[in-house]
């Protein structure tokens, strides 16, 4: 089946500093990816849909600054966390729908980032 | 009102037993319906897709009440490891935007 590999699973970083995660589609291309946050006990949030060749779409209440989005090919797509601090904490997680889904339905996901700010 | 809407739970319950969860929708113009099984720190799995006329896999039973904007789960003779936060799953209508539930814990005990 197709399988996301998101990478790193962990993450431990100093406030301040900028963290990086990747998620890419290992067999299928991608032009859409989703880029969610989940904190404890709480359901996933979208943060942001990651569009191939153009800009991201970000939910209300998500800053772009903050939460640099890039999907530069069909396979890959990055989150960085910019001046990270203890608050953003939490499990990124990216999903992907292949191209070829024309019923737009199934979601494959990464197997998530966490992050943990100190 | 949320979007789509779970009793977090949990539930807690013995092998054996059937449990039912339940998920409201806000959006009526949604238009696909999808539970997926968490388990702690993992990423999200897909256990079914919920069609108009119910669909069932083995000891799960999934429906669509679309005139009462939810949908339903039912997990017929529970298992330990069953044991997971089940999460509803809609794709706004037009979008195909997925709006995940908080999700509801299944706890099943021995």
């Known amino acids: 089946g197709a399988v996301v590999s998101q990478h790193p699973s962990r993450v431990i970083c100093k406030s301040g500093t900028s963290v990086k995660i990747e998620c890419r589609s290992l067999d299928f291309q991608a032009t859409t990816m989703f880029w969610y946050r989940q904190f404890p006990k709480k359901s996933l949030m979208l943060m942001a849909t990651?569009?191939?060749?153009?800009?991201?779409?970000?939910e209300q209440g998500v800053e772009k600054d903050k939460f640099l989005i890039n999907h530069a090919s069909l396979t890959l797509s990055t989150l960085t966390v910019t001046s990270a601090h203890p608050e953003d904490s939490s499990f990124y997680i990216c999903?992907?729908?292949?191209?070829?889904?024309?019923?737009?339905?199934?979601?494959?996901f990464g197997s998530g980032t966490q992050l943990s700010v100190l | 009102r949320k979007e789509v809407e779970q009793d977090p739970g949990p539930f807690n319950v013995p092998e054996g037993a059937t449990v039912a969860f339940n998920c409201t929708y806000s959006n009526s113009a949604s238009q696909s319906f999808f539970w997926y099984r968490q388990d702690c720190r993992k990423e999200p799995k897909l256990l079914m897709s919920v069609y108009s006329s119910g669909n069932e896999d083995g000891r799960f039973t999934a429906q669509l009440n679309r005139a009462s904007q939810y949908i339903s789960l039912l997990i017929r003779d529970s298992k330990l490891s069953d044991s997971a936060t089940y999460l509803c799953?809609?794709?706004?209508?037009?979008?195909?935007?997925?709006?995940f539930g908080r999700g509801t814990s299944l706890i099943v005990h021995p």
């Open positions: 999903s992907a729908r292949d191209l070829r889904d024309t019923t737009n339905e199934k979601l494959f």
């Open positions: 990651s569009n191939e060749g153009s800009k991201a779409t970000y």
């Open positions: 799953v809609v794709n706004k209508g037009g979008s195909y935007i997925p709006t």
